[in-house]
């Protein structure tokens, strides 16, 4: 079984900080990172994805997020937010292999707020 | 390019009605899924389906029905509406496994109140 653990399901942040977004996850087999974005009264849009290669990846919006294989994480940062940014973020696993036909388990998601 | 297109936006039913959420998309994507999204639960999987004529349940499939005769839509029907069952509900496809290993594509939700 598979399972993903946001940490923190708020954060709130000031304009122009940096910010991260936790993500733990369980797995006993090999599996693909995603991290999507809600917007109020939207569906949710990809921001970034791990597939294999480089821990560091690098997505839309200035988002990037390291993979750490050891700690079973996949950390969501930015350096500096916008009062756009503002949004619910869902980090998500997928079995990198084909006995799951590609079902995507999230997390319970993370209200980001930015204030000015 | 229409993308994945859910309807109706917001719907409320009585306990005990039924009523069908529609999805289709455009993409030519095999797989498709049901999600509800309920606060602090994040989504998770209702039903799926890798291709027209097989489907299957997620993590929450009880009170729901699916069925895919097309590559193109994927409806979920409520046989006899719940209070427990008013959530945002979310249809997303995507191509194959293994192919470019592509992301969901979601819709943009239906509002489901149950009174």
């Known amino acids: 079984a598979q399972s993903v653990t946001q940490l923190d399901s708020q954060v709130p942040v000031f304009e122009e900080a940096p910010v991260e977004l936790r993500c733990n996850y369980s797995s006993s087999v090999s599996v693909y990172l995603f991290w999507y974005v809600q917007y109020p009264n939207q569906g949710l849009q990809l921001l970034l994805k791990y597939l294999s290669g480089s821990t560091l990846v690098k997505g839309i919006n200035g988002f990037e997020a390291e993979f750490n294989k050891s700690q079973t994480s996949f950390h969501l940062r930015k350096p500096s937010v916008h009062i756009s940014d503002t949004a619910e973020y869902f980090c998500g696993i997928r079995d990198a292999g084909g006995t799951s036909y590609g079902k995507l388990t999230f997390g319970q998601g993370t209200i980001l707020t930015v204030h000015p | 390019n229409a993308g994945v297109t859910q309807t109706p936006k917001f719907q409320v039913l009585k306990t005990g009605q039924s009523m069908t959420l529609q999805c289709a998309q455009d993409?030519?994507?095999?797989?498709m899924s049901w999600y509800r999204q309920d606060p602090g639960m994040g989504l998770r999987l209702i039903h799926y389906s890798v291709g027209a004529g097989i489907t299957d349940q997620g993590e929450v499939p009880n009170g729901y029905n699916v069925s895919r005769s097309t590559t193109e839509d994927f409806p979920l029907r409520l046989l006899s509406a719940a209070p427990s069952q008013t959530s945002v509900y979310f249809c997303?496809?995507?191509?194959?496994?293994?192919?470019?290993?592509?992301?969901?594509?979601f819709g943009n939700g239906t509002r489901l109140t149950v009174t």
């Open positions: 997303a496809s995507r191509r194959r496994q293994g192919v470019g290993n592509s992301p969901l594509h």
């Open positions: 993409m030519n994507h095999e797989y």
